[in-house]
């Protein structure tokens, strides 16, 4: 069922094809809505769907409101903040202690704030609980959904997403304060992390499915609130009214979730209402953005989060299980395996720079966290921003972890002679496939001596010692120093640009290990 015709089929009888009997269903925001009727025909399916909802009391009125209607509904609930990140934890291991596993995640709910308004993390609310929430919550689920035979997770978008404006600087804080804004941009990041998400589960070889979706135009309790600003009113009240003529039940609305949970859908598709404008009527597959398909964006988003939430995904991180794929991973496995022990884990080396200053380059490990978080403390916002793209500085164990990658090779510069051991400038090469992701943070009092030149030749050196076919370089078109610190390396350099930010791929080799 995987043609246009055969999904709107699909959607037409969408009751026979909820075949979901004794699966698990998680859903949040499910006390009202969109929501709740996906959590309704799920119940009357026979699926036992967990209810994930803010507010206790309204979560267990839905739970009757069900059970009213189906007796023999198994519902379970659980209290779930998603703009706590300590909630979100503790709602994911009360899940995992009563369900060995998980068929269906259905990250569902959604807020529009006001203007100012942070999660309890700090964060933008609308990119807190819209997009941080849910990829923290399927992070932490992620055990048990693979526990279950081929695991869907849905993640519900919206059609604002296509007026979203794609700029990385503004996660998790945007520069403007615009509450629509700030919910057509989560809706946005909503759908990079579904595609990226598609994308490490094809890569891991898992069976699992990530589909996005969106319900069109729904009269649910989304524009409810009564906004304090007279100019938000007045952008609520028309909306409402555009509601009231384009707008579908709840019920119907639903519609693009339960096809995304239960029908033959590939991962990695968009479902949605078919008609006016993409408002109402057939479920059927949707073309998004060309934002939301920006693949250099998503990985940024996806690392960024990661940063920000402390939940990695961990079990996708292994290569796929393809014949060839995995023949090219053992090779550069060894050439990695080769270079690092033959040359890159050597005495520390002494690096005279133009001015005459000395400097100790080596490779670093966890043990240096402590020295690398005094390093980052003592470089200005500007140069964090610079380096993490606009995020913050990265946790301690985020921070171990990008020291002592699995495969890749970090290298710090320590101050020789006026500050002994203290590193002033960190290079960084993280494996992705083939090519090796590289990041660079210079003490801004050790900036244009040289000192970032240096360490990008050395990783160029072991990136193609160890085989890899490209490096990429991610940075904002703003910073003309790590421009022309790339440009200096005299390399055959591929430019692309993507909004504020610049990626710069730097071909090597044919893939095959060489050696020094």
Same mark, same amino acid.
């Given at each position: ?33 969109? #929501? ?100 923290? =919550? ?27 404006? =794609? ?197 670093? @490990? ?47 510069? @320590? ?44 990783? =160029? ?5 160890? #085989? ?49």
């Amino acid at each position: 069922m995987r043609s246009r015709a055969a999904l709107r089929a699909a959607s037409r009888g969408l009751r026979s094809q909820l075949d979901v009997r004794g699966k698990v269903a998680v859903i949040t925001g499910a006390n009202s809505g969109i #929501g709740f009727q996906a959590a309704r025909q799920l119940a009357a399916a026979g699926a036992t769907v967990v209810l994930a909802c803010r507010h206790p009391g309204r979560m267990a009125e839905a739970a009757r409101a069900i059970r009213s209607k189906h007796p023999d509904a198994i519902i379970d609930e659980v209290a779930i903040d998603l703009g706590s990140l300590r909630s979100v934890r503790a709602a994911a291991s009360a899940i995992a202690n009563r369900h060995p596993h998980v068929n269906i995640l259905i990250n569902n709910a959604g807020m529009i704030g006001e203007p100012g308004w942070r999660t309890l993390d700090g964060f933008e609310t609308c990119f807190g609980v819209n997009h941080l929430g849910h990829f923290a =919550l399927t992070g932490l689920l992620l055990d048990r959904l693979l526990a279950a035979p081929e695991a869907r997770i849905v993640t519900v978008s919206s059609t604002a997403h296509r007026v979203a404006h =794609l700029n990385p600087q503004d996660w998790p804080n945007p520069r403007v304060n615009d509450i629509y804004r700030a919910y057509a941009a989560s809706k946005l990041a909503n759908l990079l992390f579904a595609y990226h998400l598609h994308r490490q589960i094809t890569a891991a070889g898992v069976v699992m499915r990530s589909i996005a979706c969106h319900p069109g135009w729904v009269a649910t309790q989304l524009l409810s609130s009564k906004p304090r600003s007279a100019r938000r009113r007045a952008g609520v009240a028309a909306l409402r009214a555009i509601g009231a003529i384009v707008g579908q039940e709840p019920e119907d609305g639903a519609r693009p979730l339960l096809l995304a949970a239960a029908a033959d859908v590939p991962s990695g598709t968009y479902l949605g209402p078919t008609r006016w404008w993409r408002t109402r009527g057939p479920v059927g597959l949707e073309q998004s953005s060309a934002d939301s398909q920006n693949a250099s964006a998503a990985r940024l988003l996806w690392d960024l989060s990661g940063e920000l939430s402390g939940v990695e995904f961990a079990q996708l991180a292994a290569p796929a299980v393809a014949g060839h794929a995995v023949q090219q991973a053992e090779v550069r496995n060894l050439g990695e395996l080769w270079a690092a022990s033959n040359y890159w884990t050597t005495e520390p080396v002494s690096l005279i720079l133009p001015d005459g200053a000395e400097l100790t380059v080596r490779s670093a @490990t966890a043990d240096d966290t402590a020295a690398v978080e005094q390093l980052h403390q003592r470089c200005s916002s500007r140069s964090r921003q610079q380096r993490y793209l606009g995020g913050s500085t990265p946790a301690p164990g985020r921070l171990r972890r990008l020291l002592d990658p699995p495969r890749g090779l970090t290298l710090l510069a @320590t101050a020789a002679r006026a500050e002994p051991g203290q590193p002033v400038a960190m290079a960084n090469l993280v494996a992705e496939g083939d090519e090796g992701e590289v990041g660079l943070l210079v003490r801004d009092d050790w900036q244009r001596r040289g000192v970032g030149t240096e360490l990008l030749r050395r990783l =160029l050196q072991y990136a193609e010692d160890a #085989g890899y076919r490209a490096l990429v370089i991610h940075t904002e078109a703003q910073n003309t120093p790590m421009l022309r610190t790339v440009a200096r390396l005299n390399r055959s350099i591929t430019i692309g640009r993507d909004g504020s930010i610049v990626r710069m791929i730097l071909p090597l080799t044919d893939g095959t290990p060489r050696g020094r």
